[in-house]
Every structure is written in structure tokens, then in C-alpha cells.
């Protein structure tokens, strides 16, 4: 079997024999360049499944080495060796289009994991990836999203993912996760809006017997349980000042304290976050610290809402419906055409999680199998105009219709917070009793 081959670019001979060396034990052949130029050369002659480049080079730098790799050889994984304390020349490294990066000196188990990670991801290039059935639409928005999940799966960046509520930025950092190098490993989602401040520290990096009042015994953090995979941070936004510092620091040091702890834990975590919220707003009303955004925000990957692709509809509204159908032993339901341009008509404030739920409401009251316009209820769900003003003209009762939008709202806020009623009482800016009080009177269980 043909091994596989590395291109080493540094003008160090130290640095070069060391890489040669060790990649030389995982059983890689390699070839070495001193410059941009003799790195060009070699990938003219020879095929590459991996290239390890110095940042600084003599006749150029790395990134330009890794731009002339992305346009020539996109295939190959970049990763960049980068001086101590360079996070910025990673970060542009990062966004350039490199897998991932090292920093001087290196270390070689990190090197070790790295090299086998880019592997992992070569040896998968040329396979057929199936249209995930979790992921639908045709529409040009929903073709550009997929393209833009498989190339950020092939690489290590930090991404963002923004959109609204119920678009499915969750389902997206999941593609993300499964198709890349570290599919094999955990992929850990956590709301940071659903939990407690006062044990946030806990839940990020775990704790030790006795630490706290409660702690009873030992506990592994978020951080720990996705060590090798890939932390989810969704609702990032809605984490407190003093926990960004201490995630900011995680982050770049990759490194963790439990609480109670006197050693820290290094961790190997790719980062995807997500809210529905406007972030870079948030920086700007000094909610959320700049230099956390800049490590989070390395690569951004906005999720269409579902108004933004119509034409998608109809193949949503078919899937939801056969899955609604399945286990029951009866066929599934099917909108009319009526019912359908309502749908297509409408603003759907609360996206993919919106048309779910409206699509499992219909099919329990529908008759026949057949859903019509007046099963879906959509004067239920207060269906605005797209500047967001409601027809007064449908109004009847003026109580009844302030009931339906504070329903509406409360249901929101308990699903992005998974049921959690003290975060989402936090989210809405109501006392717990307060939120206890409306759950009741709405007969919200």
C-alpha cells in the first residue's frame, strides 16, 4: 500500500527534522521546502495528503502558501505553525482556509492528533455524501448552506452560525460535526441560556467533591465530555460577563479548572456557537465582550429563514407529515392546494420549528387525511405582514388576541430554553412567579 505524504515548509532545520521525524513514525513519507518556492515545486511534482507550513517564511509567508494550495490543490489540508501567543496570525490563518494550527514550540502530541485528524478528513475526499434527509429544501439558499457545511467541515475554525429562532442552527453545528474529521467523537450541544449563573462555571468545566454546598461528588464539564469532538454553544449570547472571561480564556489557552480543582485539564474542542440574536449588536451595547466575538466569530454561517426559501415548503410540509404518519399504521395527510398557498403566504415568525408544530396540530384535527386552510389555524398564530403590523380589521376581542401573542410568545422562549421556566422567565423579563402565574392562567403544562 502506498504511503501517505506529507510536505513540511519551514526554514528551520531544527524544526524540519523534528516533523520529519516524528511524521516519520506515524509511518507518513515526507518532503521538506525551506520556502513558498520550493513548497510550489514539490506540489507540482508530487500529490500531497497533508501540508504542515511556517507562517514566516523567507520569500513569502504560509498563508500565502495556503491561498496557492486552496486554489491549486484544494484537497490537500493546510495547517499553519504559528510563533507562542499569535492567536491573531492563527485566527487569519483560520479564515484564509488552513485546517487548523500549531504554535512554537511544538507540542507533539497535539502535532500527533492533528495529523490524524487531516487524514481522517483526506481519506473521506471523493466519497458520495448523501442529501442529509435532515437538512431539506431545493431552493438556492438551501444548495449554498450544504456547500458551505462541507467545506467547514474540513476545517478546525471556530464558526458562528446565525439565523432566527427555528431555523435549525442546531441541525447545521450537527452536518458541521458529522461530516468532518471528528465525526467519531462527541458532538456536545448545551443552551447557554437554560442554565443556572450560579452553576454555569460548574456545568462549563466540571468540579470536585466538596467544593460547593451540593457537591457530592466529582462532576466532568462540557469542556471534558467533548474533548476530541465538538462543543455546541447555542444562545451564546445569553451567557453573563464574568462567564465570557472564563470561556474566553478556555478557548485560548484549550485548557480547563475544574471548580475546587488545582490543575488544569488540557482539552481538545472545536468551538460552534449560535444565537438568535444580533451578536455583533450585543458587542456594540457592550452585553457581549469583543475580544470573545473575534474567537467565536472566525468564520460566519447564517441559516436562511424559512421565508427567505418558499419554494422549499411543499417538501418540508411532505416530510413532517409522512413522519407524523409513521407508527400510526395509517397513510399519511395531505395539504390542499388551498392550504398550501396559505402556507407559502405566510411569515412564519418561528421558521422550521413553527411549520412542525402548525403541520402537528392539523393533522390531528383534519378529517380524511386531507389538511385544509381552516386546519392549520394560522389566524392562531397572528400572521403579520412583513413590516409586522396586525390587521385591526381581525381583530374581535381585543383580550382574546393579547392572550394569543403572550401564548405565543411564552411557548417561544420555554422551547430555545428547552423547558427550562427560570430561564425562560429570565428571557421574557418576568419574575418566576410571574411566569408561574401566566403557565396557569394560559394552561401552559
Not at 376581542?397 to 430561564?423: F, V, Y
Not at 422567565?425 to 402565574?437: K, P
Amino acid at each position: 500500500m502506498t504511503r501517505q505524504r506529507a510536505l513540511i515548509v519551514d526554514d528551520e532545520p531544527d524544526i524540519r527534522e523534528l516533523l520529519e521525524i516524528t511524521l516519520g513514525r506515524m509511518k507518513l513519507d515526507t518532503r521538506s521546502a525551506r520556502n513558498v518556492k520550493e513548497a510550489r515545486e514539490w506540489l507540482a511534482k508530487e500529490p500531497f495528503d497533508l501540508c504542515l507550513t511556517d507562517m514566516r517564511l523567507p520569500d513569502g509567508t504560509g498563508l500565502e502558501l495556503v491561498q496557492h494550495i486552496l486554489q491549486r490543490h484544494p484537497q490537500v489540508p493546510v495547517a499553519m505553525i504559528t510563533a507562542y501567543g499569535s492567536l491573531d496570525t492563527a485566527i487569519n490563518a483560520l479564515k484564509a482556509g488552513a485546517f487548523d494550527f500549531l504554535t512554537k514550540p511544538v507540542d507533539l502530541g497535539r502535532l500527533r492528533e492533528l495529523v490524524a485528524a487531516a487524514l481522517r478528513l483526506r481519506s473521506a475526499d471523493g466519497e458520495e455524501l448523501p442529501v442529509d434527509s435532515r437538512l431539506l429544501g431545493n431552493s438556492p439558499p438551501m444548495q449554498s448552506l450544504r456547500k458551505q457545511i462541507l467545506k467547514l467541515a474540513r476545517s478546525q475554525a471556530p464558526v458562528y452560525i446565525s439565523g432566527e429562532s427555528g431555523s435549525g442552527k442546531e441541525l447545521v453545528a450537527r452536518l458541521i460535526h458529522e461530516q468532518g474529521s471528528r465525526c467519531e467523537q462527541p458532538f456536545v450541544p448545551v443552551n447557554c441560556g437554560a442554565i443556572p449563573t450560579e452553576l454555569m462555571e460548574s456545568e462549563f468545566f466540571g468540579h470536585k467533591k466538596g467544593s460547593f454546598t451540593g457537591a457530592i461528588e466529582d462532576k466532568q464539564g462540557l469542556f471534558q465530555a467533548a474533548n476530541g469532538g465538538t462543543l455546541f454553544l447555542d444562545e451564546v449570547a445569553d451567557l453573563p460577563l464574568p462567564m465570557q472571561v472564563k470561556l474566553l480564556r478556555a478557548i485560548q489557552e484549550k485548557a480547563v479548572r475544574a471548580v475546587g480543582g488545582q490543575q488544569e485539564l488540557i482539552v481538545d474542542v472545536r468551538i460552534l456557537c449560535a444565537t438568535h440574536k444580533d451578536l455583533a449588536g450585543e458587542v456594540a451595547a457592550e452585553r457581549f465582550r469583543q475580544d470573545l466575538y473575534y474567537r467565536l466569530n472566525v468564520i460566519e454561517l447564517r441559516v436562511p429563514a424559512l421565508r427567505e426559501r418558499r419554494e422549499d415548503i411543499a417538501l418540508l410540509t411532505d416530510s413532517v407529515l409522512k413522519r407524523l404518519a409513521e407508527g400510526t399504521g395509517i397513510s399519511a395527510a395531505k395539504l390542499d392546494d388551498d392550504a398550501l398557498e396559505k402556507l407559502k403566504s405566510y411569515r412564519f415568525p418561528g421558521n422550521v420549528r413553527e411549520l412542525e408544530n402548525m403541520l402537528e396540530r392539523a393533522y390531528t384535527l383534519c378529517e380524511d387525511d386531507r389538511i385544509t386552510a381552516s386546519d392549520l389555524r394560522l389566524a392562531d398564530c397572528n400572521p403579520n405582514s412583513e413590516n409586522g403590523e396586525s390587521n385591526l380589521a381581525q381583530i374581535d376581542n381585543l383580550e382574546d388576541h393579547l392572550e394569543i401573542i403572550e401564548r405565543k410568545l411564552i411557548m417561544q422562549a420555554l422551547e430555545e430554553t428547552r423547558w427550562n421556566r427560570t430561564a425562560a422567565a429570565q428571557r421574557l423579563g418576568l419574575s418566576f412567579r410571574s411566569m408561574r402565574y401566566r403557565l396557569k392562567k394560559l394552561g401552559i403544562d
